[in-house]
């Protein structure tokens, strides 16, 4: 055999061995190693599943009772005078009077304030000196304005009179003070309704009234009758665990019973029976276990490794 061959088989036993082979490799005791192990193969130690099986039994669904079945009274009807309403006395309110009546009320007393009075001011009218008064010579003009050509121009002295401007102020005529003002009481009228006359009470006298009616009078009596209802049962079915999952050795593959392409027809006998592998690689990696696995457990087998037990339900040849 190769010394590929030989890897991928020992690898394999490894991988069917787990946590569990590797424990009974280290142990000392024949006990913990695989019965009636044959030289050359190989064993894993796989996980059988608990098994169940399904019991029935009758169980109570309705226990047994009694149905009462009544006949009903029977009626017919009657004219009678009968007696409505008794002769009674009764006592009548006689409400109160109202009547209607003005009243003023005083809603706030008399008082005093401050109040502040501001400063008032008027407007006055102040002529002001703009130009005072003056004499100013000026050019004197007429019909004559040279007495001979050897005299100058004419000069008049002329007074001009002041200027004034009449202007507007504003003046304080009273300045801002305070007061005391009295505030006067203010009053409201209201209507309000007031008791004119009081409630008061008396007795009348209820004449007895009766009235001419049909009744229904008894015939006969209702009856009544028990019926007894049985108890109703049902089958129920359960499931009772037959034997508990245990840890059992099986064969594995080894280089005793692997031949070429075997791992690639386990591959190719899962995709078949629906579990995916993987690539058909003749390579047993994760993808290729995990099938395995769920392939095991659809069969109800132990779980564990490759088993010689899943590669013959696979029909799958090892020699």
Known sequence: MSRAMKTMVGGLALAGLGVTGTLALASDTAADLPPNAKPGECYARSLIP?????????VLKKEASERIEITPARFEWVEETVLVK?????????PAKYRWVEETLQTKPESTKMVEVPARYEWTEEKILVKPAQTVWKKGRGPVEKVDNGTGEIMCLVEEPAVYKTVRKRVLKNAAKTETVQVSAEHKTIKKRVLAEPAKTREVEIPAEYETVRVRKLVSPPQERRIEIPAE?????????????RLVWKPVLCETNLRAGIVADVQRALSKAGHNPGPIDGVI???TM???TSFQRSKGMATGGLTMEAIEALNVRVN
């Open 50 to 58: 608990a098994t169940y099986t399904t019991e029935t039994e009758q």
């Open 86 to 94: 008794e002769a009674a006395t009764k006592l009548e309110v006689v």
């Open 233 to 245: 049962y049902e089958t129920v079915s359960k499931r009772v665990s037959t034997s508990d999952s």
């Open 285 to 287: 990696g994760k993808q």
């Open 290 to 292: 995990a099938a395995v």
